[in-house]
């Protein structure tokens, strides 16, 4: 049987994934990834923390060189190459070779999507300007962090509230320059918490000097230089500034798909099986081009998280390289779990939030406590505050929020399984979490919560 051809098209994190599990899966095929900027692997996570100057080096974020990846996974790897057309009924896609212009096409047995997403960005001119800055890539983060280390800026406007607005936010104030954000939505962070918590979230901003603003921007002014000196809003201010980053969240990229007649979905991203196969039958896609199915409701969400985006990758390396040999693999879909880190402030969620649940019809309420963190003696012990959304009459777990100090965002991981197996608050009541004075009180505040939601849900 020849070998067969394997094309993966794009990196960061879903894209290695699969070109390593593909090749796992079937070592004789010829695995080719294509990515066309210069880095294949990288932690963007952590990008905020370099530009706070946490991490110094950017080299520390690359995970896996292109050099690495071909010695230690045995795919051949083309970075700086864009993948302009694909044609999988002809089994073949159009390459711009970005370093010399030339433009060539090649023939695959199958490919794998692993296209990403780009920032959001609002529709106003002059998003160009040298100190107008998104915040996606490692090289967006190297480009902020070098106008950081060449000239004082005062004052920075923020677009967007959501975790990445936060952790820039967090990076800004590190490097000494004051800090607004514009959120028109309900709140920051209001697809993470609903209202009784975020006010805790929005007194440490202001307690860091960061400030809120629920406005929209509608204009930048600019200097006779190019650079933008003031953004204006949707409420007549006009806020000086000596720079802006635009965190507004991301779309995924599907432009190359919907040029193959691959189909998008309700959320806007890639349609995809549980093996990740798209309506095409030789093309599979994973990361952050995809939706995906939420395991509480089996709703097709789009959740852009690194941990979905590794996960799917496997699914779909394996897959497109099987061959027909064993079982395909599915992916089980996702809980929804993510937590940031706001300044001194850990907030975390899970499942869903109130509105969510009863958006998808469920009959809810959520029960709200603060507890301490540790032993109420010990150094070191903080408020921790934890919402619990429960479905009435059979009292299933659907969702929580951790906020908290000390402690709060691993505990959301304890919840995970929980709402992903349908369990009730009983069975978290009933739980032996750990306790021991340094790292839990008696009754951990998980436990306390479940005793809460429990005393409502009695007739």
């Not at 609002?122 to 950081?148: K, S």
């Not at 009459?393 to 959301?412: F, K, M, P």
Request: proline fraction near 7%; glycine fraction near 10%.
């Amino acid at each position: 049987m020849p070998a067969q051809r394997i094309a993966v098209i794009g990196g960061t994190a879903s894209g290695p994934a699969a070109a390593a599990q593909a090749k796992r899966t079937d070592p004789g095929a010829e695995v080719v990834l294509f990515e066309q900027g210069p880095h294949i692997s990288y932690g963007a996570c952590e990008m905020p923390y370099f530009v706070a100057g946490e991490i110094e080096d950017a080299k520390r974020l690359i995970k896996l060189t292109p050099e690495r990846f071909e010695q230690t996974r045995g795919g051949r790897v083309l970075v700086r190459h864009r993948v302009v057309a694909l044609d999988p009924p002809r089994n073949r896609l159009t390459v711009e070779d970005l370093a010399t212009g030339e433009v060539r096409r090649e023939r695959f047995d199958k490919f794998i999507l692993a296209t990403g997403a780009r920032s959001l960005l609002p529709e106003l001119d002059g998003l160009d300007a040298p100190n107008v800055f998104p915040f996606r890539t490692l090289e967006d983060a190297a480009a902020l962090r070098a106008y950081l280390d060449e000239r004082a800026v005062g004052h920075a406007v923020v677009f967007g509230g959501g975790y990445i607005g936060m952790e820039v936010a967090e990076a800004l104030r590190a490097r000494e320059v004051r800090v607004t954000i514009l959120e028109p939505g309900p709140g920051v962070l209001h697809a993470y918490l609903d209202d009784d918590l975020r006010p805790l979230v929005e007194a440490v901003l202001q307690r860091r000097g960061v400030v809120v603003r629920r406005e929209r921007a509608v204009a930048l002014d600019h200097h006779p230089g190019g650079t933008v000196r003031a953004v204006r809003t949707d409420r007549g201010e006009r806020i000086g500034c000596g720079l802006v980053v635009v965190a507004m969240g991301i779309v995924p990229n599907t432009e190359l798909a919907a040029g193959a007649r691959i189909r998008t979905g309700e959320t806007g991203a890639l349609a995809v099986d549980a093996q990740m196969r798209t309506n095409l039958p030789n093309v599979w896609a994973c990361g952050d081009c995809v939706e995906v199915e939420r395991v509480i409701d089996r709703k097709k969400v789009y959740a852009p998280l690194s941990p979905t985006a590794f996960r799917t990758a496997r699914v779909a390396g394996h897959n497109a390289a099987r061959r027909g040999r064993g079982r395909p693999t599915r992916f089980p879909g996702v809980t929804g779990a993510s937590a940031v880190r706001v300044f001194e402030l850990e907030v975390a969620a899970v499942g869903l939030r109130l509105r969510e649940a009863e958006a998808a019809g469920y009959d809810a309420f959520a029960a709200t406590i603060r507890h301490v963190s540790r032993g109420a003696s010990m150094p070191g012990a903080k408020p921790v505050h934890v919402r619990l959304v429960v479905e009435r009459g059979r009292g299933r777990l659907l969702g929580a929020e951790l906020v908290g100090e000390d402690g709060a965002a691993l505990r959301a991981d304890v919840l995970v399984p929980l709402i992903r197996e349908g369990a009730t608050v009983a069975r978290l009541r009933d739980l032996d979490l750990i306790y021991t004075p340094p790292f839990a009180p008696p009754l951990d505040p998980l436990i306390v919560a479940a005793h809460e939601a429990a005393r409502r849900l009695r007739p």
